[in-house]
């Protein structure tokens, strides 16, 4: 049964039972030496939640798997037990389907879970300890997937006849979307309308940007707010790592096919008016702002593409007739969630992604192409910190993987309006949290070899 199917099974198996008491469930999750299919459920449930929030768990859930309490456990022993349950299934389950990506995920919460409690029957140099470690190792020197189909670098030819494609782009300040424009040009390709969100409360404090100002000036200032602090980083790497920067650079041109003039477009944060035949800017709170609401409302030609911003609420994906286009850097539906370029390169080897239609749910929607890409290299020095790398990796190589798609699917239709999807089943596949550091380094390391 694949990862996701267990979760929701737990989350089924609730309906059952009128709710969930965490510490009822756990002491007897606890106290049963042999697991059935139901308690394995459970286990995976509870696994899954405290995933989520990053070592912590509800009081209670509802019978369909929901918070029914707004009150937390904080009660670290209560935590602690959490990691003896999921020691005990990453060992019971070690050859469970075969799947690196299943085993790598229980190390991950099983990580997040020992950093949190630090506790004894764990402690550096122990049996336990050891024996975690051991299974970790061998879990990462597992093959790769061999079978997988790999699609072939971007062969753009370098005349092409300019014309509009009719998309919206919902345009959201940052190397993603910058990323995205930059391709289209690359391809001499111009978007029908361009909708511009310039966020009125600040990306990092969340107060209200410039409220003394008029309106007119007030939108521009915050627009050259956002902009620079969501280009803090990339900015910032581009002069202080400039080597690692120009390496990942040729890497892309060498490996997927972009030109270096791309990658200098998108970095270049130039004014928007040359990619799209017309541009709307809406300020408002963010993504989920009544403003935008009622702009998608009504828009009536052509799907949009999201560039990010946050997460979609319910309410614009149920838009009658609104098509929302998303690219995933994952596979779908085998690998969902957060972290995913990272998780598809420990899994895979490589990097994958896949555009799809967006629905309520995690990366839940009618898939139209998945694909993994090329294996991607670039230079590593010993004196490279984590943190470092991860926010290169996110600036520079997440979003081209990314494009890296939407090239594909510009190049290989004509009627880009009126893209086939393929349904998936929740049930299929495995959705992914965020990284513990143990992982992250070793994706990493796999990345920048």
């Known amino acids: 049964m694949a990862e996701a199917s267990r979760e929701q099974a737990a989350s089924s ?19 049963d030496t042999n697991w059935n299919d139901d308690d394995i459920n459970w286990v995976e449930f509870l696994a899954s939640k405290i995933d989520i929030t990053n070592g912590k768990l509800r009081a209670k859930y509802s019978n369909s798997g ?10 670290p022993t209560v935590t602690e037990l959490i990691g003896v349950l999921m020691a005990r299934r990453l060992f019971e389950a070690v050859d469970d389907d075969g799947e690196i990506g299943l085993q790598l995920k229980r190390h991950n ?5 020992l950093d949190a409690t630090s506790p004894d029957w764990c402690k ?11 299974s970790y190792k061998a879990t990462l020197q597992k093959p790769k997937a061999s079978q997988i189909a790999v699609a072939a670098r971007l062969n753009i ?3 092409r006849v300019s014309r509009t494609i009719p998309v919206t782009v919902l345009y959201w300040e940052g190397p993603i979307a910058r990323a995205y424009l930059a391709t289209m040009a690359m391809m001499g390709l111009k978007a029908r309308k361009l909708i511009r969100i310039v966020p009125s409360m600040d990306i990092v404090s969340g107060k209200p940007v410039g409220k003394w100002l008029p309106k007119g000036w007030r939108t521009e200032y915050a627009r050259s707010v956002a902009q620079r602090k969501i280009h803090h980083w990339p900015q910032r790497l581009l002069k202080t790592h400039s080597d690692l920067v120009e390496s990942l650079r040729a890497t892309l041109v060498r490996q997927f096919g972009f030109t270096a003039r791309a990658f200098d477009d998108a970095n270049r944060l130039s004014a928007l ?12 709170e963010g993504i989920g702002s009544s403003a935008l609401y009622e702009t998608l409302r009504e828009q009536d030609e052509g799907p949009v593409l999201f560039t990010g911003g946050g997460i979609v609420p319910r309410k614009l994906l149920e838009i009658s007739g609104l098509r929302m286009l998303h690219i995933h850097p994952g ?33 839940t929607g009618d898939i139209i192409f998945p694909v993994y890409l090329p294996r991607v290299t670039f230079d590593w020095r010993s004196e490279r910190d984590i943190k470092t790398m991860y926010r290169i990796i996110y600036s520079f190589l997440d979003p081209w993987v990314r494009a890296f798609v939407l090239a594909k699917v510009l190049d290989a239709n004509e009627d880009f309006a009126n893209l086939s999807g393929t349904a998936q089943a929740e049930s299929d596949g495995s959705t992914y949290y965020f990284m513990n ?9 796999q990345v920048c070899g």
């Open 437 to 445: 550091e143990r992982l992250h380094s070793a994706a990493l390391k």
């Open 66 to 75: 929901e918070k029914a309490s707004d009150d937390w456990i904080v009660d």
């Open 124 to 134: 550096p140099g122990s049996a336990n300890a050891t024996e975690i470690e051991t």
């Open 109 to 113: 919460t099983l990580f997040k879970v």
């Open 13 to 31: 198996a609730a309906v059952n039972s009128s709710e969930i008491q965490t510490r009822d469930l756990i002491e007897r999750l606890l106290g």
């Open 157 to 159: 030819a370098k005349e």
């Open 331 to 363: 596979f779908l539906p085998q690998i969902r969630g957060s972290d995913c370029l990272l998780w598809s390169t420990l899994i895979a080897g490589r990097p994958s992604a896949t555009y799809f239609y967006m629905a309520p749910g995690i990366d």
């Open 273 to 284: 008016e040359s990619y799209a035949e017309e541009i709307d800017t809406i300020f408002c």
